[in-house]
Every structure is written in structure tokens, then in C-alpha cells.
């Protein structure tokens, strides 16, 4: 066998060199789709509010208060009118928050995303939140990134880990064009994305990341989005054990806050679901809401508050000018409720933010209460704030490393690592033990899409076909009668499979499993026809089973016939019969979590092609 390594060429689809020049475009794409995206916001917002084209509106700012009085509330209401119609005419896939389709997209659509969903993405979400509602940009900027990279990949019929790949690179790009944290960008890729983690997945989300990075840089700046104090964190604060079990039970708070607030966002689904008159009513009546809860915060506190991306709010929390206990904890609860409104009731944008501003301000709250409840107790609300923010990040998404770094990213501060990665692990672990599914999959689970939630090396398909066989083999023809399967079964003892043999030639297959579910070998023998199958793969026992999986994927197959040599001729080589059944057997592998058709086991489309009999 020829093992010598085939040339690389730039025009070849699988060349890591093409690839890297690709990513590198998807990443620009990504960090200039962030800068359009918020221009857009900008537009819509000054538009909607104040009557006036203008692309100025720093969010760090509390916006204010509108010439139009009381009929700002009509406002995210005129909003949910034009997002409905974009979403419903063109692309139903931009409704919600978004991340849920990129990853339904990965994980069973091949990488395959609508080009159209790019633009109603960023003209329905930056509708939204301009318009008043309490999402996030974060979410609709990687969706934009992901429809770019998933078109580009498309056009060039690159193989599907490539486009994935490219999908992933356009997320980790506008994650880090936004936050400015290449490293967070990279990590939430990894985390909620790719199906394989490998050099050559990594290396081309890397490289978008920096290229997003390097545009939201240009346009946004070097700072990060929030301008965080210097913290008040020293080596020996950190040793006081009454402080750490204080950031023990903010984790356990901000767990149990993190499954209030997915199953806030779905109770809400299903409640306006049921409501009758149709998309357009319904978001509309949920905007009208979301009006209602602005223009009460604006007109008994001076602030919008919860309208929009609520950076504002954050801002205030971190520079200490917002460190009232009642209003943070009713800050809390007016964002959950609206951010549910705005979602349920069928608004497109993001998660990311409003987690951020739930996180901040339950966190500052918590300080404050805590000192007072326990006097002396050194525990500092900005610091809380932001590992709350981190915490209730990772708690509602998953995203447990990327919230750890991407908070270190921005803080620069080495000593809020520990009670950082305390606080957001145990965030992580009482959302699991209460919830199975983060915000992003409960809605996949919701339409019957199961989603590993581990990424494992698979080291049980590195073993031989040969030794995955476990069933003996039958020749028999197609007249054979039940006698023959009945001397074939009491020599093996086990049901085997059977070998249909025509004119000296393998005709077709009958698996071991269906011999013993269906009884078989106590029954007429004319019952073999309608089980013969003559759709498989022929693969040598020394095979490993990790490329047997790439030959039945591609052949669209579940079985194999494992021979001695890869030949079907002579028979006297054939070893036996290889089922997908089989595999999942020795990988140890939950039968009903396992899919044929899924790519659990990383498998190159590269893989050779097996040779099949129809």
C-alpha cells in the first residue's frame, strides 16, 4: 500500500493553507459585521427615540428621556411591528436569541446556514434593541459571523468540518470584536460550537478571532466594553475564609438565579404561544409591556434602565454610583421580566447581555446585604459584580471557561481568578444539578435534538473491526430453509449473521440482530427475503473502526462485511459481519444517544469511500 503523503495545493478544498486564508476573511467579515451591526443599533435607536439620523449612542450612557413623553412606550411597540414582518416574510430562523440555530446548524444541518439570515438578523435584532427591547447585541453579531462563514464555505463547497470550522470562526470573531478578548472569543467557540477540538479546527478559529479582534479594535478601541476599576483583590483577602464562603454562597445564588432565568425565557414562549391572533399580536402586545416597565423606571428613578443592552446600568454598578440594595434586587427582577418579554413574545437578539446586567446587579446586592448582615465581613460590591457577571454567564450558557477568561481578560487582575473560578463553578454545578439544559440547548431538547454536552478523544474506535465482531457468521442462500438456521444456531449458540450466497457471490446481509428479534431461526425460512439487506461496506479486520465510520457515512450505511483482506473473494476470508450496533456496543456508548447519522466521532468526509453492493 502507497503511504506516501499526496502533495498540498492551495486550490485544494482540504488545504490547511486555503483554509487559514478563509478564516482569516471570516474574521474581518465578523469584526466589520459588528461594526455594522452597531451602527445599525445607533441608527434605530436615535431614530426611534429622539426622531434624528444620527450613528452616535455610546451604551455606557444612559440614554435620555425621550421628546415623546408618555408615547416612548409606543416605541418597542412600532419596533415589534417591523420585526415581526422581516422575521416572518424572510428568515424565521432570526427570531430569538439566535445561538440555538447555529448550533442545530452544526450539529444537524452540515454546516449549513442561509446566507439570507445575515442581513434579517442584523436589520430585525438592531430593530429590537433600538427600539427599547431588553436583549442582547452579543448573540446576533454570532449569528451574523456564523452565516457568513457558513455562506462562504457553502460557495466554495468546502467539506462540512471545514464550513463548521469556518461557522465557528465567524462566532469566536464577533465575540471578540465586541468584548475585545480574543481569548474569550476563541474559548466560546470551543465551548458551544465545534464538534472536534484539533489543530486544524483551532488554529482557523484562532485566526478569526484575531482578525475580529483587530477590526473591533480599529473601530471600538483597545479598552474592553466596560470600563472596570481596579479591583481591591490581594493575596491576603483571598485567604479569609468567611470572604470565600461569602463568594461560596453568591455561586449557589447565582446557580439557582441562572434556572430561574432559562426557565423564565420558555415559560414565556409557551405563554404567548397560546395567546390567539398570531406573531404580530403577540409581539406586539410583549413590546407594549416592555414600554410600559421603560417609561415607569424613567419617570420614578430619572433612568430608562432596562431598555436595550443595559451597559448603562452595568457601568453605574462598577463605577459605585449605583449602590442602592432595593433598587438593584428590582433591577434584577424588571430585566428578567422584560428580557422574558421581549424574547417570549417573539423579539430577536441576544442572552449574553442581559446576563451580564442580572449578574452585576445581583451581585453588587448581595455584597451590600451580606456586610450588613455580617458586620466586618471585607466583601467589595464591584468585585462581586463582575465575578457575578462571569457567574450568571456561564450558568445560563454553559460557557464556564469562556466567562472565566474573558472576565480575566478584562479586568487584568490575576487575584480575582480564584474567587472567579470558585464562584462561576459553582454557579455551573447547581444549575446542572437542578437543570440539564443551558439557555442555548433547552430549545433544541424542546424540538427532540439531543446535543453531547462532552467532547470525548475516541479512543474505543481506535480499535480493529476484526475486534469489534462479536456475532459468528452463517452462509447460507436465500432458499436455505429453517432447518439449516436452526444447525447453524445450535453450533454457535448465539444468533448469528447471515451471509446470503447466490452463484458463488455475496448476495446481501441478514444482521444478527434482526435473526434474534425476529425469531428467525424457529420459523419459516421464506421470512429471510424481506431482511436480506444489500446495502454495505466491505472493510479489512484490521481497519480501524474510527475510518469503518467514515466508509458507512459516506456509503449511507450502517453495516459493513469485515474480510481478511478487504476482499469480498475469496469468501473463505470473511471474517463476519459489522453493524453499527456493533460499534456502539464496543464504544461503550449509550445506545439511545448514539445517531448514525451524527458525527460523534469526529470522521473526516475525507474518508475513503467504501465499496457497497446494490
Not at 316 to 324: A, E, I, P, Y
Not at 473 to 486: E, I, N, P
Amino acid at each position: 500500500m502507497d503511504t506516501a503523503p499526496k502533495p498540498v495545493s492551495v486550490l485544494n478544498g482540504d488545504s490547511q493553507v486555503r483554509l487559514a486564508i478563509l478564516a482569516v476573511l471570516v474574521g474581518l467579515v465578523s469584526g466589520f459585521g459588528a461594526v455594522v451591526f452597531r451602527g445599525l443599533i445607533a441608527l434605530f435607536h436615535n431614530l426611534m427615540f429622539f426622531g434624528k439620523w444620527s450613528f452616535s449612542y455610546d451604551t455606557s450612557l444612559h440614554t435620555v428621556a425621550s421628546p415623546w413623553g408618555i408615547w416612548v412606550i409606543l416605541v418597542p411597540v412600532l419596533g415589534a411591528i417591523v420585526v415581526a414582518f422581516l422575521v416572518k416574510t424572510f428568515a424565521p430562523e432570526a427570531k430569538g436569541h439566535g445561538m440555538p440555530e447555529v448550533i442545530e446548524a452544526v450539529h444537524y444541518h452540515k454546516g449549513v446556514i442561509r446566507p439570507v439570515v445575515a442581513v434579517i438578523k442584523s436589520l430585525a435584532s438592531s430593530i429590537s434593541i433600538g427600539s427599547g427591547a431588553a436583549i442582547g447585541r452579543e448573540g446576533p453579531i454570532i449569528q451574523i459571523g456564523a452565516a457568513f462563514g457558513a455562506t462562504l464555505g457553502q460557495w466554495l463547497r468546502l467539506s462540512e468540518w471545514q464550513r463548521i470550522t469556518l461557522i465557528a470562526g465567524g462566532a469566536g470573531g464577533g465575540i471578540a470584536a465586541t468584548f475585545n478578548t480574543p481569548i474569550g472569543g476563541l474559548l466560546f467557540a470551543t465551548e458551544l460550537i465545534l464538534p472536534e477540538i484539533s489543530a486544524r479546527t483551532m488554529i482557523p478559529v484562532a485566526i478569526s478571532t484575531v482578525g475580529g479582534t483587530f477590526i473591533g479594535q480599529m473601530f471600538f478601541g483597545v479598552h474592553p466594553s466596560f470600563n472596570i476599576p481596579e479591583l481591591t483583590l490581594t493575596p491576603a483577602h483571598l485567604v479569609s475564609v468567611s470572604v470565600f464562603g461569602a463568594y461560596l454562597v453568591l455561586g449557589i445564588l447565582l446557580g439557582l438565579v441562572s434556572v430561574v432565568y432559562i426557565r423564565s425565557i420558555y415559560l414565556f414562549e409557551d405563554v404567548f404561544d397560546r395567546i390567539p391572533g398570531g406573531y404580530y399580536v403577540r409581539h406586539v402586545l410583549g413590546m407594549a409591556m416592555v414600554g410600559v416597565l421603560m417609561y415607569a423606571f424613567l419617570h420614578y428613578t430619572g433612568h430608562y434602565y432596562i431598555q436595550g443592552v443595559g451597559y448603562a446600568t452595568i457601568q453605574d454598578v462598577l463605577n459605585h454610583s449605583l449602590m442602592v440594595p432595593l433598587l438593584l434586587i428590582i433591577l434584577f427582577v424588571a430585566k428578567l421580566l422584560a428580557t422574558s418579554l421581549s424574547l417570549g413574545s417573539g423579539g430577536s437578539g441576544g442572552i449574553f447581555s442581559p446576563s451580564l446586567f442580572m449578574g452585576a446587579v445581583l451581585g453588587a446586592a448581595y455584597a451590600l446585604l451580606a456586610t450588613r448582615v455580617v458586620p466586618g465581613l471585607s466583601l467589595a460590591p464591584v468585585n462581586t459584580a463582575i465575578i457575578g457577571m462571569a457567574a450568571m454567564v456561564a450558568g445560563a450558557t454553559g460557557a464556564v471557561i469562556t466567562a472565566i477568561v474573558m472576565i480575566f481578560e478584562m479586568t487584568r487582575d490575576y487575584y480575582v481568578v480564584v474567587p472567579l473560578m470558585a464562584v462561576v463553578s459553582v454557579a455551573y454545578g447547581v444549575r446542572r444539578i437542578f437543570l440539564r439544559d443551558s439557555i442555548y440547548t433547552m430549545k433544541l431538547s424542546r424540538r427532540g435534538l439531543f446535543l453531547p454536552d462532552t467532547l470525548q478523544t475516541p479512543i474505543y474506535l481506535l480499535r480493529t473491526a476484526a475486534d469489534a465482531l462479536s456475532a459468528p457468521l452463517l452462509r447460507v442462500k436465500r432458499q436455505a430453509t429453517s432447518g439449516h438456521l436452526q444447525i447453524g444456531h445450535y453450533q454457535s449458540r448465539v444468533p448469528p449473521s447471515l451471509l446470503i450466497i447466490s452463484s458463488e457471490q455475496v448476495e446481501g446481509i441478514v444482521e444478527a440482530e434482526v435473526v434474534a428479534r425476529e425469531h428467525l431461526l424457529g420459523h419459516n425460512a421464506n421470512k429471510i427475503d424481506k431482511y436480506i439487506r444489500d446495502n454495505f461496506v466491505v472493510v479489512a479486520g484490521h481497519e480501524m473502526l474510527f475510518d469503518v465510520v467514515g466508509k458507512m457515512r459516506n456509503a449511507d450505511t450502517d453495516l459493513a462485511i469485515v474480510s481478511a483482506d478487504g476482499q469480498l473473494d475469496p469468501q473463505e476470508n470473511i471474517l463476519g459481519v459489522l453493524s453499527w450496533w456493533d460499534i456502539v456496543r464496543v464504544s461503550n456508548l449509550p445506545s439511545h444517544l448514539v445517531r448514525r447519522s451524527s458525527s460523534a466521532a469526529n470522521t473526516d468526509d475525507s474518508a475513503a469511500d467504501g465499496k457497497s453492493l446494490n
